[in-house]
């Protein structure tokens, strides 16, 4: 688990500003801007909690999500959501098809890449069409540095193997870096981690992905390898600058 420090270098508090926010979002009483919900780290991102927060109490307020997805679509700012493993019956679907990005991250293993293509799967038939008339969908992968180009070379062509898989994209890969994740889990931005793989690739990752859905024009966004070309958005279609991975 990643618990973030606050810019004293404190651990954040056990508490959940996502339970807060989903029952102002089921009764209309949400605040402008959603950073009222969100705790200052010491990395700089603003973070909405979930720490003291049980799988059964994610049940309870399954039935708000569609709420919270319609708050975030009014926001202004940028949202990455943790939306855990999204199987069929996950209750936060609402918020994954709202997302201009839905990233699917697997780790590059028998097991990993057996439900890597089980849940790509279901989800791009899940997701449809998102905000530039494509799916939202796209993949990367976690390996190391040194296998980076072989794991992702092997991950295309398990995905292109399948019809239904085969125009989903493979946007890159997140480094298996300890030292640096070690770092992230101290709440420090040290030169290790500023210089570590783990922020190169994931730097990289954020630049592709951006590339192929910007957060401004759609007509500036660039086909991903193995799709279609891009179809005008849809006026009146969502606007929402979210991106949501899933493991």
Not at 152 to 173: C, D, F, Q
């Amino acid at each position: 688990m990643l618990r973030l420090r606050t810019p004293e270098g404190q651990l954040l508090p056990l508490l959940s500003g996502l339970r807060g926010l989903a029952v102002d979002a089921r009764s209309g009483n949400l605040p402008a801007s959603l950073l009222s919900y969100a705790h200052q780290t010491s990395l700089g991102v603003p973070v909405i909690p979930a720490t003291d927060m049980r799988t059964e109490d994610f049940a309870l307020i399954a039935r708000q999500w569609p709420a919270v997805a319609a708050a975030v679509d009014r926001w202004p700012g940028a949202v990455i959501a943790d939306l855990g493993r999204l199987q069929e019956d996950s209750s936060a679907g609402p918020v994954a098809a709202a997302s201009r990005i839905v990233l699917l991250i697997a780790r590059c293993t028998p097991e990993g890449l057996y439900h890597l293509r089980e849940r790509a799967g279901a989800l791009v038939a899940r997701l449809g069409q998102g905000v530039h008339g494509r799916s939202p969908l796209a993949v990367a992968i976690i390996c190391s540095a040194r296998q980076r180009s072989t794991r992702l070379r092997e991950v295309k062509e398990l995905l292109a193997a399948e019809a239904s898989t085969s125009t989903i994209p493979v946007a890159g890969w997140i480094a298996e870096d300890e030292r640096s994740v070690q770092a992230l889990r101290d709440g420090q931005l040290t030169k290790k981690l500023l210089g570590g793989d783990l922020l190169a690739s994931a730097r990289e990752l954020t630049q592709t992905l951006v590339a192929w859905w910007p957060p401004t024009d759609p007509a500036t966004a660039q086909a991903p390898p193995s799709q279609a070309p891009i179809a005008q958005a849809t006026r009146g279609g969502p606007r929402m600058d979210v991106g949501g991975w899933s493991q």
